[in-house]
């Protein structure tokens, strides 16, 4: 797949680095012709996954470092959340609807698999976590592979 543009972020876990991850991927993306609704999903995808890194890849610890790569490919735009943080013991279980804190609603991959074409999780307990958030360009129509 040819790439068209690439933006690298390293982020501090601080809780304001959502934000700030939010804003650079809609700037990144304005570049292609998403829709507001299209626009607003891939927002809320970068979201949750970068506010997991934070509050359970890194416990809320503020020295934790986040990597975020966007790739805008040919007919698809590649979101990478990346920490290396507690990671997932079980990443079946974690996908679903559950939290492994009651006081959440464990929705965030719930969402971002409704709202990307495709969301891939890799994890190693104690080696941090993975999240590979994909959305087609609009206006295209993709075999599934
Ligand atoms: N980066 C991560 N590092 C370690 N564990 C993670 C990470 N991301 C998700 N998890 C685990 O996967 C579970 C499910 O995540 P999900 O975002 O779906 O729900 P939640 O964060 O618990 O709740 P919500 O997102 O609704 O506040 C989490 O409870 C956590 O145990
Ligand atoms: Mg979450």
Redesign the pocket.
């Known amino acids: 797949m040819k790439m068209r543009n690439r933006m690298k972020l390293e982020l501090l876990s601080l809780p304001g680095n959502v934000r700030l991850a939010r804003v650079a991927v809609a700037a990144f993306a304005s570049e292609v012709d998403y829709n507001v609704s299209d626009l607003e999903e891939i927002k809320v995808a970068v979201s ?1 996954a970068v506010s ?2 934070i ?3 890194y416990q809320n610890e503020p020295d934790g470092v986040i990597t975020l790569t966007a790739t805008l490919f040919d007919n698809s735009l590649e979101i990478v959340i990346e ?1 290396e ?4 013991e079980d990443i079946e279980e ?1 996908l679903q609807s ?4 009651p006081e ?7 969402f971002m698999r409704s709202f990307m074409d495709e969301v891939d999780v890799a ?1 190693e307990a104690g080696q941090g ?1 993975r999240v590979i958030l994909r959305k087609n360009l609009p206006g295209e129509i993709h075999a599934e592979t």
Do not use: Q
């Not at 559950?98 to 804190?101: G, Y």
């Open positions: 949750e997991n890194a509050t359970h890849g920490d943080g507690k990671g997932i974690a559950t939290s492994s804190d959440r609603m464990g929705l965030g991959f719930v994890s976590t």
